[in-house]
Structures are given as structure tokens and as C-alpha cells.
DNA sequence: TAGAATGGCTACTGGTGAGTATGGTCCACC
DNA sequence: GGTGGACCATACTCACCAGTAGCCATTCTA
């Protein structure tokens, strides 16, 4: 195995992406005698995931990074040893949540169904968070073999676990026969997709959006005589701000106002 | 309206990705007093696709499309404007595909569902073609407000149309009720993202794998106690050279190993 | 209080790549 | 047999940016 391995910061921390969302650069308070080097080197990370979100990778500059942390390039490079770096460690923030939705569910005595559900819940709210674009289009090319590597591992981690959770599915009967693999293609790339259309201004959440795809998935597009249009599993999305009447088509009863959780 | 809206070379043509795939560089031929413009221009156009997708937008320069055609950059200059240019007739090659799979499902008088099933055939194909991934990754951020403005109302045109066919499915009962918007951007999202996977040495075409997520999106998860397992709809997708019987559905083929390429 | 970390800055280097100035060659047509 | 234009190459310019050298200030430690 090679000798030297990215280095992931602090790979055991509880996740970068769950902790509090604080814009303000740490270095003024860093002026208060409050000095966390780990800190600082997460909002750099941060700062990092949020210029490649919002300007993409290569039009990113680290002077870029540096300016919105007040700070000067070279300060940026005290805290991480490179660019591709910085973008391997803003892939691993956001896909570390992915795989702890994966531990989480493992121990449920649920059917599978309801375990895939749970999964793709936390994925779709992983993928729509600051790190999301950086953990969908992290790519080969611009990644050092090295990295490459690495995330293509853990990406197949992903793949396979939802593999596993429809196959489970299959055999418990939650879950109607399917090709496992396409399967999970289709669902994660629709989920995936979501980091290139979502903006946090957007009215729903991550998970929000998440859960209209299950409900998609769940039900299919072939019109099920055995399901009502009452049935809460194919309500509309629920819209917080603009158009408020969503009509979605059929009777009006779809509506059902979804309960606004939160 | 802006004056210097980007020309599109040819706008009219009958489609750059629909022509024949000669790799040669059609600069030997040139030397055998054949000379075209127009085809030289798409060679170009197709190699800059061929290098973007194999190594990414950012990571492609000019230097690279013109030795992949045996020539130079100023020679590559002398049929494009710039490099953003070509980011752009790529995408319009790649999307036009598309509107073509809109404008002919137009005039059927089959269900709606079924409409948006052929048009979803040829969305893969598309993605999957060599233009796919310029198509679904041109960034706004690499372009100029003026290309990617084009960009996006062309994308918008697409998704209103999925829309469209899934509210005229939902009325004419041939789709289950459902949130349009939220539907269309799984569909969508599902197929877009075979480009980032995609590789042509895979063993199924675009169209193919356009089939096995119809199936999955046409069928759902839930289980469906009206339909077998014999249905075709849920048939495993078929391979072409490995186990090259298509051997459709039942029992043991939902494990179906789903032969780990590579 | 020396001196060692620590944390940060100014000011650079070196490479890369988009885009161009200029000029040569071949052909068509007069 | 010369003229103009289409086509292409050599050989640049210029800007940007990743990454670094070296220095300064502050704080911690012995």
C-alpha cells in the first residue's frame, strides 16, 4: 500500500458537515486568544467547499479561499498541504455522512425498504449540504492517483451498501424484484444530480427533496390501482414561500397540505 | 436581446453526433485536395468532446484538441472562436439529440407514459453519447452569462417538456399521480448521471440503460402484487457479450450477480 | 528573559495555457 | 504568371495561479 496516503485531518472527528454552520472567519476570534488550530483548519475546509460550490473547482482559486477567510494564501497553506487536498477532504466531509446513515440503519429490524428509505434520506440531505458538490463531483482528473483511488473506494462502498439494501429488500419482500445494480444507479444518480441544481436558497431541504424522490421510487410512475391518491406516500411536496398551490394533478385530494414537520 | 449571441455553426444541420464516427483526422483527406469546412469544424467540435470527456473541460487544452487532430492550435482557432465556444456547440450537439426525441414523440397518439418512456430512450442515448458529458456538465460558471443563459433555457426546455408529459400522463390516467416538478428532476437526475459513469467500453448502449431505469422508474420499489416477476418491464437488463442470454426475469435472475465489471 | 514554537505576511518563482501576430504555401481564377 | 484568399505553422505575449522563500510578530516554555 502506498506510504503516503492522504491524509484526512482528524478521520475519527464526529464530521465536519454536522457541526454549527458559523460564517464569520475564526481569526478574529483567533485575536480574542481563542486559538483551535483543528478549528481553523475546518473553516478552511468549509470556506474551500463553499467556493467550489458556488465558482467550481478550478475556477476557484486559494487566494479566493484565503480572501474569504481574511486571511493571506500562505496562511491557507499552513493548514493544508495542497489544493487537491483541500477538495479530497470536502469529499470525505460529506460522504462521512453518508456512511454513518449506513451504520446507523444497519441495526434496525425494520424491512429493508424502510432501511433503504432511511439511507436515502440522509443521502439526499448529505448531498444538498455545503459539501455535497464537492462529494458528487470530485473527480478523477483533477485528483492525484492516489486520491482518485481512495474515493472511488468509498464511492463503491456506497454503491454496494445500497446494492445490499435492495437484495435484502428482494428476499424480505419489501422490495419488488429488480436489478439491483441499475437500481442503485438510478437512485443514487438521481440523488446525486441534486448538488447540481440545488442552492440553499431553495424552499426545501436536502431530506425534503429526498423524500419527494422516495416517494417517486416507491411508488413508480405505472399508475397503481391498489394505492389512493390519499395515500401519503404520493402527496406533493410541500412548498414554503412562491406558488403555493402546487396542483398536482388528479383530484385535489393529493393536496393533503403535507404536515409540516419541523 | 443581446447581439453577439453565439452562432451555433450550423444550426440547422441535421446533428453533429448523428453522423458517422470516423477518429481519422480528416486533415489527411484535406491533403487529397478534399477539403470541407464544415466537416473539418465538427472534427473539431467532436474532438474537443472526446477530450473533455475523457479528461474534463478544465484539464483539456486547446494543444490537446489540435494534436488529437494532428495539427495546431492556431488551426483549431481558425474554426472556433475560443475555448468556451466549443464547450458550447458540444453541449448544443448533445442536447439536440433531445429536442429531436421531443419534437418526434410529439405527433404519437399513444399514452402519455409511453411518450415519455421513448423520449427517456433517447435522453440516454444522448447523455451516453460522446457529447453526454459536455451536455449535462457545462458548467454556468465556465461560460459567459451569455452562453449560459442559452444553456439554461435550453435544460429548462427539457425539463418543462418531461413535466409536460408526466402532467398530460397524469390526466390521461396512464402515469400515478405525482408531484411533476419533483418527479422530473429524478427522472432527469437518473439519466444525466450515467454520464459520470458511463464509458463507452461498457456493455450496454445508452438506450439500454435508459431501458433498465424506465423499468425501475415505471415499476417502483413497493412491491406490486398485480404484477409478476415474469412481467418483461422488470426483466434484468440484458448484456451484450458476457452472459449474452437476455434470459428475462423470474426467480433466481434477481440476484443475478450483477457481473462486477472490470 | 532567552529562545523555541506558532501563526501569519510580503514578495517572489515557475509553469501552464489561452489567445495572437505574422508569414508562408497552395489553389482558383483571371 | 500574377493576384487574392483559404488554410495552416512558427513563435510569440500575457495573465493567472499553485506553491514557496524568507521574514516578522506573538506567545509559550524553561
Chains 1, 2 share one sequence.
Not at 469529499?91 to 462521512?96: C, L, R, S, T
Amino acid at each position: 500500500m502506498p506510504s503516503n496516503r492522504p491524509k484526512t485531518g482528524s478521520p475519527q472527528a464526529p464530521s465536519l458537515a454536522a457541526r454549527e454552520n458559523s460564517a464569520a472567519s475564526p481569526w478574529r476570534a483567533s485575536r480574542e486568544r481563542l486559538r483551535d488550530r483543528e478549528v481553523k483548519r475546518e473553516a478552511v475546509i468549509r470556506a474551500a467547499a463553499r467556493a467550489f460550490n458556488r465558482k467550481g473547482y478550478h475556477n476557484t482559486s486559494l487566494d479566493d479561499i484565503a480572501a474569504a477567510l481574511e486571511v493571506t494564501k500562505p496562511t491557507v497553506y499552513y493548514y493544508v498541504s495542497n489544493k487537491e487536498q483541500l477538495l479530497f477532504e470536502c469529499f470525505v466531509a460529506g460522504i462521512e455522512e453518508i456512511r454513518a446513515a449506513f451504520r446507523d440503519t444497519r441495526s434496525l429490524a425494520t424491512p429493508a425498504r424502510e432501511r433503504l428509505q432511511a439511507v436515502l434520506r440522509h443521502y439526499g440531505a448529505a448531498v444538498a449540504s455545503e459539501f455535497g458538490w464537492c462529494m458528487v463531483r470530485a473527480e478523477d482528473q483533477d485528483l492525484s492517483p492516489d486520491m482518485s483511488a481512495h474515493i472511488k473506494a468509498m464511492k463503491s462502498e456506497i454503491d454496494q451498501g445500497i446494492r445490499r439494501l435492495l437484495r435484502e429488500g428482494i428476499e424480505d419482500g419489501s422490495i419488488h424484484p429488480c436489478d439491483p445494480k441499475m437500481t442503485a444507479f438510478a437512485l443514487a444518480g438521481a440523488l446525486n444530480w441534486i448538488a447540481h441544481w440545488y442552492r440553499e436558497s431553495q424552499s426545501m431541504t436536502g431530506a425534503e427533496i429526498a423524500e419527494a424522490f422516495i416517494a417517486v421510487f416507491d411508488i413508480g410512475l405505472r399508475p397503481r390501482p391498489e394505492i389512493s391518491n390519499e395515500d401519503p406516500t404520493c402527496r406533493p411536496v410541500r412548498r414554503q414561500s412562491k406558488s403555493s398551490s402546487s396542483r398536482p394533478g388528479a383530484r385535489r385530494s393529493a393536496r393533503s397540505k403535507a404536515p409540516s414537520r419541523r
